[in-house]
């Protein structure tokens, strides 16, 4: 998998550059490179105590994302999933350590504890004060002797380096953090493992399938189970969280582990929120991403049950764009719809034949989705099967208020549901057309003369004419053939349709923006789903 990188030993320190060059001077480094790869704040006095954590690099923003007034006062990095050196991070202790002591903070892996425990033993063997623990909030494999430390660790950096900034000392700082991770339990799972760079990438989990518990170096999980969609997920992860969490109110942190789109996100949030345990979920920290594993399209969640004084802890702001702060849950507030807007709804009545028809006219798009999308995904963005699909799905839902036995207020009515429930330009377009036909039709034009009526009426506004390379290429042909058979029509449809495949050069709809070789020798999906429609119908 190509990635946006130069050369694999330079990809750590390159991107700690960069942070550094774009931190407005907040950060700075150690001049160590490129062994040595220490992040620290710029404004550091060593007055108070110093919160020192890192890791393998790889899991960005953490470590050096959250070096800043209230969080952390050094970063040290390793390699990609690798534990810094004995010497990088003593270099970080000395740089920070002042009289008032420091505190490392070290996720559970062996390297991490081996390399952070020597350092703190040389360090104090300069005399100074150190204190160490460890995160193990990994609730996935409860078999392990110790527990991993993954996303939860940043509940320990925020509470620890608030408490730190108001000047606590060592010996406090250290109890909050142990009284933290002895109460913060996490549990990830992904459709996919992470690419590391200049390695090739494991396929480890097959399509279908979602790994629980996998590690954030991307180290295989507890099982692989089927995948059925976020809730699902959302609650098998929630039944082992359940398990180990207490009555009392949470502090939850939705982890994006690299790869899942801020949409993805949203939805898991969502049916978190909705879970078994959402009524003891009383603030949350993101979705976003914190303790990432690279681009593995996965969520891990970490709950908490903060007090008073360690929920204030948590909302102390910072100046540290990585952070999203801590948001209180609260009731959805749904506000009326601007007057005006509301729609004016005709009065139902019912017609068998047209009900069948109408519905026979909906399978025929719900069918043909997938092939329509994958249509689409060679001229546009792959969604066009799904548009006409959800629309189709939506005028079955409103049957029973649609005026089936008025065809001149049914085709108007068809053009409003399409306004509210289809997106995009295919919506507007063909809730135009169907309007403009309920127009036509009222004024007393026959039916194909008002559906023609109303593609005029959506190439007026839509622009769109034959030869054009969208649905008009099989609909124009198709409703004149309609005067002389429905067979006619099918036929104009599909050789409309074929037609676009000969064109090179879409002129409207979102394919004009796509490079003419990707469309050669593909049909429009809009066309292919007007033949289809009709092609049905014929039979």
């Known amino acids: 998998m190509a990635q946006f990188i130069n050369r694999r030993e330079d990809v750590v320190t390159e991107a700690i550059d960069g942070v550094l060059a774009l931190s407005g001077g907040a950060l700075t480094r150690l001049d160590g490179?490129?062994?040595?790869?220490?992040?620290?704040?710029?404004?550091?006095?060593?007055?108070?105590?110093?919160?020192?954590?890192?890791?393998?690099?790889g899991h960005e923003p953490a470590h050096v994302g959250f070096v800043g007034k209230g969080m952390l006062t050094a970063a040290v990095c390793g390699d990609v999933f690798a534990s810094p050196s004995v010497d990088a991070v003593l270099a970080g202790i000395l740089a920070v350590t002042g009289p008032a002591g420091c505190l490392l903070i070290v996720k559970n892996y062996t390297g991490d504890r081996l390399n952070f425990g020597l350092a703190a033993e040389r360090a104090?063997?300069?005399?100074?004060?150190?204190?160490?623990?460890?995160?193990?909030?990994?609730?996935?494999?409860?078999?392990?002797?110790?527990?991993?430390?993954?996303?939860?660790?940043?509940?320990?950096?925020?509470?620890?380096?608030?408490?730190?900034?108001?000047?606590?000392?060592?010996?406090t700082v250290t109890a909050a953090a142990k009284h933290v991770i002895a109460g913060t339990r996490s549990i990830g799972m992904s459709l996919d493992t992470c690419s590391v760079p200049g390695s090739p990438k494991e396929d480890r989990i097959p399509l279908g399938k979602a790994e629980l518990g996998l590690g954030i170096h991307g180290e295989a999980g507890v099982e692989q189970i089927d995948f059925a969609g976020a809730r699902a997920s959302v609650a098998t992860m929630v039944e082992r969280l359940a398990a180990l969490m207490g009555e009392g109110p949470h502090v939850v942190l939705v982890n994006n582990l690299g790869g899942t789109s801020v949409l993805e996100m949203s939805v898991l949030a969502h049916d978190l929120l909705q879970s078994s345990i959402g009524d003891r979920i009383t603030h949350a920290i993101g979705p976003s991403p914190l303790m990432t594993s690279l681009d593995m399209q996965g969520i891990s969640i970490s709950v908490f049950p903060a007090d008073a004084t360690e929920l204030e802890l948590l909302k102390a702001p910072v100046a540290i764009p990585a952070w999203p702060g801590v948001s209180q849950v609260r009731s959805l507030v749904v506000a009326p719809m601007p007057d005006g807007l509301t729609?004016?709804?005709?009065?139902?009545?019912?017609?068998?034949?047209?009900?069948?028809?109408?519905?026979?006219?909906?399978?025929?798009?719900?069918?043909?989705?997938?092939?329509?999308?994958?249509?689409?995904?060679?001229?546009?963005?792959?969604?066009?099967?799904?548009?006409?699909?959800?629309?189709?799905?939506?005028?079955?839902s409103a049957i029973d208020r649609l005026p089936l036995s008025d065809h001149t207020q049914l085709l108007r009515a068809i053009g409003q549901e399409l306004s509210q429930t289809m997106g995009g330009s295919s919506g507007v377009l063909l809730a135009i057309f169907f309007a403009a036909a309920g127009d036509g039709a009222s004024s007393g034009l026959p039916m194909r003369e008002a559906l023609r009526a109303g593609l005029a009426r959506m190439q007026e506004i839509g622009g769109a004419k034959i030869g054009d390379r969208t649905m008009v290429d099989a609909l124009a042909p198709a409703l004149d053939g309609l005067g002389d058979s429905l067979s006619a029509a099918a036929t104009a449809a599909r050789n409309g349709a074929n037609y676009t495949a000969t064109l090179t050069r879409a002129k409207a709809g979102r394919a004009a923006y796509i490079n003419a070789r990707q469309l050669e020798g593909h049909i429009d999906p809009g066309a292919e789903a007007v033949a289809r429609l009709f092609e049905h119908l014929a039979r």
């Not at 047209?354 to 719900?366: E, H, Q, Y």
């Open 33 to 57: 490179y490129p062994h040595v790869r220490v992040v620290l704040r710029s404004d550091w006095d060593r007055s108070k105590v110093a919160i020192v954590s890192g890791g393998g690099s």
């Open 343 to 396: 729609p004016i709804t005709p009065m139902p009545s019912n017609h068998a034949a047209t009900r069948a028809f109408l519905i026979n006219c909906c399978n025929v798009l719900i069918v043909a989705e997938q092939d329509l999308n994958a249509l689409d995904a060679k001229s546009g963005d792959g969604d066009t099967g799904s548009t006409l699909a959800g629309a189709a799905r939506a005028l079955i």
């Open 124 to 171: 104090r063997a300069f005399g100074l004060n150190v204190s160490m623990v460890i995160v193990g909030d990994d609730i996935a494999l409860p078999d392990l002797p110790q527990a991993r430390g993954v996303a939860g660790t940043l509940f320990v950096h925020k509470i620890a380096g608030a408490l730190a900034e108001r000047g606590a000392d060592l010996e």
